[in-house]
């Protein structure tokens, strides 16, 4: 119930702080200033000079309502507006307002997914979606669960293959050196690494395999590379194959490479994280062909689909490989075996505790549906296009790599005899300095490339404009 003060001011508590005006209003401010063209992207301070702008000390005594609202003023106004529309550093930016209420109301109704009991209703949606990726998949019998993002997708994935070709490893551990290799390509996301080394196999076993101009895996080199490992007494297990890569976005052969993995029985798995989304587009969905054929995909919702993060599934093709990897004994104090227990999610996760990031993905495609999905994609591949129409028809730029999807690697090319890789990171770092706009850049081999990624869903063509635009002067007036 409300309780308002002798000046007729809601009284706020911690159980309903919402009634506070407060509260939507700085929701309210920060989305519009998002879109205001004078509002910075970023301030690009160093940690001690935002150190000197924020009270970050935490005392004994607690602080007032007012106070809280000025820290969290203060949070806001000094992070980087992520969802501003000159936001390119990420394969994310922005989000949907049923993707933020799903995140509101999860924490709302806070609870966890592992068990049917205490997630009932999160249960049954995060099955619907599985089922529901599944089949836009073609995968006939599909299991899954979100995870905490897509690393810990590919982890998993490789952690379910290195099961399955050492049938003991669950229980006994590593009992000999095992001689598993596994395969990505050179473009392949690190997580990938970090996983050969929390699974106990070594980075070394970790075998890169070369790529096209693109960023595609060639599958010819994949074939050499099982071979000569099987010749150096070594024991193949698993390829993954990458729809999307992270500098180029480019989709590695899915056909070919399943080939390859069903002629040596590797676990075929397809890190989808970025590039996995464009299976819901009709016009797109052919960069995925063979993706049926794949044992594992990860996906990241919340990249392309403008979701807060985090929203990642792993789907697998055939039941029984989740449950089979991630069960224990002894959780008999949680996992019951009575009517709701076989619905329970937990069983098969690596989680504990996970949150209920299948509401804010459930909610965005009920309000969009598959055909609003498709025409984001659409969209975005559009913007795309002509971001490299742009760089294409720009002298002094230059497109460092094909474009395969929604990533636009290119570099600025000055007048006058500068360093190309020093130039062009003084040129991003002078974009982000004056918070006109944030975008990344990586190294294609030696070379300083400027990433731009098309993901945010309010994104128009002006938009790419006015980054061309301010890239160029700002570029020129370094170029003296
Ligand atoms: C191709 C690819 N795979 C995996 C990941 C890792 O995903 P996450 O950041 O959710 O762990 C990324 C992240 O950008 C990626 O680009």
Redesign the pocket.
């Known amino acids: 119930m409300r309780k308002y003060n002798k000046k007729g001011e809601i009284v706020v508590s911690n159980t309903n702080l919402f009634l506070d005006p407060r509260v939507i209003d700085l929701v309210n401010t920060y989305l519009t200033s998002n879109t205001d063209p004078e509002t910075i992207v970023t301030h690009h301070l160093p940690p001690e000079e935002l150190r000197s702008k924020i009270d970050l000390t935490l005392a004994e005594q607690g602080c007032s309502l007012d106070d809280l609202y000025v820290a969290i003023e203060q949070y806001l106004s000094f992070s980087v507006r992520t969802g501003h529309r000159q936001f390119f550093n990420?394969?994310w930016s922005g989000f949907t307002l049923p993707g933020f209420l799903g995140e509101l109301f999860a924490s709302l109704a806070n609870t966890s997914m592992y068990t049917y009991e205490v997630a009932p209703v999160a249960t049954l949606m995060e099955k619907e979606l599985i089922n529901k990726l599944g089949g836009i998949c073609g995968f006939e019998n599909p299991e899954g669960l979100f995870v905490?993002?897509?690393?810990?997708?590919?982890l998993q994935a490789m952690m379910i293959a290195r099961n399955r070709a050492l049938p003991r490893m669950k229980s006994e551990g590593f009992q000999d050196p095992s001689g598993l290799i596994a395969f990505v390509s050179e473009e392949?996301?690190y997580?990938f690494e970090k996983s050969t080394n929390v699974l106990g196999l070594g980075s070394n076993n970790l075998r890169k395999i070369k790529t096209d101009a693109e960023g595609r895996m060639i599958p010819k080199e994949l074939a050499m590379a099982v071979e000569q490992g099987l010749q150096q007494g070594k024991q193949p297990f698993f390829v993954g194959a990458?729809a999307?890569?992270?500098v180029k976005g480019a989709f590695d052969p899915l056909e070919e490479i399943a080939a390859i993995a069903k002629q040596h029985n590797l676990w075929f798995h397809v890190?989808g994280?970025?590039?996995g989304t464009v299976i819901l587009s009709p016009r797109h969905r052919s960069l995925l062909e063979g993706l049926d054929k794949a044992d594992s995909f990860?996906w990241?919702a919340?990249?392309l689909m403008g979701l807060p993060?985090?929203c990642?599934i792993l789907l697998v093709r055939e039941k029984g490989h989740l449950l089979k990897t991630n069960s224990v004994t002894g959780a008999d104090y949680i996992f019951h075996d009575d009517a709701f227990g076989s619905h329970d999610l937990g069983t098969m996760s690596m989680q504990c505790g996970r949150r209920v990031d299948a509401l804010k993905l459930w909610l965005s495609w009920k309000y969009y549906g598959d055909i609003g999905y498709a025409e984001r994609i659409d969209r975005f591949f559009e913007l795309a296009a002509f971001a490299e129409e742009i760089v294409n028809r720009t002298p002094s730029l230059e497109l460092m790599a094909p474009r395969s999807s929604v990533n636009i690697c290119f570099r600025y090319l000055p007048n006058t005899s500068k360093d190309l890789n020093h130039f062009n990171l003084y040129l991003r770092e002078e974009l982000a300095r004056t918070g006109k706009a944030l975008v990344n850049y990586a190294r294609l081999r030696e070379n300083v490339t400027i990433r731009l990624v098309i993901a945010n869903h309010e994104l128009t063509r002006e938009d790419v404009s006015l980054f061309f635009d301010n890239l160029i002067q700002t570029a020129e007036s370094l170029d003296r």
Request: proline residues 0%; without cysteine.
């Open positions: 990420q394969l905490t993002g897509g690393s810990n997708g590919n392949a996301h997580s990458t999307g890569t992270t890190d994280a970025l590039g990860a990241n919340h990249k993060l985090v990642s």
